[in-house]
């Protein structure tokens, strides 16, 4: 499994597979994509954890809805995630920021 940490506020867009952008008719599902109950607090923003599944190398995320508050040259679009965590980098990062845990569902996180 790889990992990424998305800011609140936002949602995953086109995903990428090794031989290029995801094709639901080809795989014949969607990729495996999970929003993990753990998230960093940083500067009062909330970085929720998502798992992916290892075919997967690449993936768009973009705002849920556009600000308002911010003029149309500063807004931020859509980015694109080319480096997914491993396991370990996620527990690291995880040891040296403010964390929350929502235990909700226990089983989803010792899996």
Not at 37 to 65: H, S
Request: glycine fraction near 6%; proline fraction near 2%.
């Amino acid at each position: 499994m790889k990992y990424f940490f998305l800011s609140e506020g936002w949602t995953v867009g086109r995903v990428w597979a090794s031989d290029g952008l995801w094709q639901i008719t080809a795989w014949r599902r969607q990729p495996d994509i999970q929003q993990m109950n753990i998230c960093l607090v940083e500067k009062g923003e909330l970085f929720w954890l998502y798992r992916v599944e290892d075919a997967v190398i690449t993936v768009e995320v973009k705002p849920i809805t556009s600000v308002q508050m911010v003029t149309s040259s500063q807004a931020i679009g859509k980015v694109m995630l080319r480096r997914l965590m491993s396991a370990e980098q996620v527990i690291e990062r995880l040891g040296t920021a403010s964390t929350r845990c929502h235990l909700e569902n226990i089983e989803m996180i010792v899996q």
